[in-house]
């Protein structure tokens, strides 16, 4: 078919925000590409001491003149320094991108490509529906290697420094790090305070995770439960710290934690909630959330949402006719910075009540 229009006639509208947009877009995704593989190849272990091109070819099996251009890319960006012919990594390369360093982010650029790849699927989501997902198998691979690692830039250690400070704390002798996935939580709280013995409760297939944490952290103290938080018993605790969980907002477990902490014990959740006629906190995040369902658990809408869930305002009631409230911490407290993926902390707070011994 023949469409008769005129080429000289300009568009009736101007371009430029549809090409800002697919400009930035552009640029970012090739930028991700470039660390991705960098990684992948592991550029910046090799890149611990200096190595020109021809080097790096040899040691990492990849072309020497593709790998020359991608170091110069790296360069520009801040993540290389370059020395006569030869490449090495800045501080902030040699501490995150690393495969084998400590806060290593490796996990986390695993986790956002594993996450365009559900993206990339769209238009069949959008034709065929949400894919079907086991909760276990989503955390186990590899979200909570993904959130270790963000969580080690900063958000664990201000946590810990928060709770720390709790004379509760400081005389506890039990913790339930309830789905505490990798484990790091109870691994530093224990780290701090000698006298405490700390529990991570999860899903079988995660505690596997968290074992390997406890392993390589070579931490003491630490036990790992399995089980299913909605079905299976606690245990009896000083405190209980509970983060970032489905069940965060579910009134079912609050009379259920309070059942498992000892009288004058600590409930320390740290939770994204949605305040009464809240609308969404990120619409990208909210399309995200609903390209999968989980088995076992019904999402709600709104990322980090799940049926059944409570507002803000009815949660604190219901907490506080089991709980004292002491204090609810802002998420610039203690917070990560967003990735604009399932695991950024929003406005989560961290609410930490004390065990009422005669309920309202
Ligand atoms: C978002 S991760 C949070 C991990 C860790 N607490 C943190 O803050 O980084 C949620 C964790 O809850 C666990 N979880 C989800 N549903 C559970 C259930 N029904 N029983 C026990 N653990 C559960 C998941 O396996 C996962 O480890």
Known sequence: MVIKMDILEKPPVGVEPLYELLRTTSKHYKLFCIFYAAMNIRLFDCLE???????????????????????????????????????????????????????????????????????????????????????????????????????????????????????EFRRARSLLDLGGGHGLYAIAFAMVNPNLKAYVFDLPEVIKDTKAYIKRFGADRIETIEGNLFTDNLGKHDIIFFSYNPAGKNPNIVPKIHASLNDGGLFISKHAFYHKGEGSKNRLLDLEWNLTTWKGIKKGDKIYSFIGDLNYEDYLKLLKEYFTIKKIIKPEKFGSISLYEFGDTLDSKIIIAKKRTSLK
């Open 49 to 167: 001491s200096p190595k020109n091109p021809r080097e790096l070819s040899e040691a990492l099996g990849v072309d020497s003149r593709l790998v020359h251009v991608l170091c110069e890319v790296l360069t520009d960006l801040g993540f290389l320094k370059k020395r006569g012919g030869s490449y090495m990594n800045t501080k902030i390369a040699d501490t995150y991108l690393k495969r084998n360093s400590i806060y290593s982010q490796y996990e986390v650029l695993m986790n956002l490509q594993g996450g365009f790849k559900l993206w990339e699927n769209l238009t069949d989501i959008l034709k065929n529906g949400p894919v079907r997902a086991d909760e276990q198998d989503f955390f186990h691979d590899n979200m909570i290697h993904a959130l270790a690692a963000e969580h080690l830039t900063g958000e664990l250690q201000k946590t810990v420094e928060i709770v720390k400070r709790l004379p």
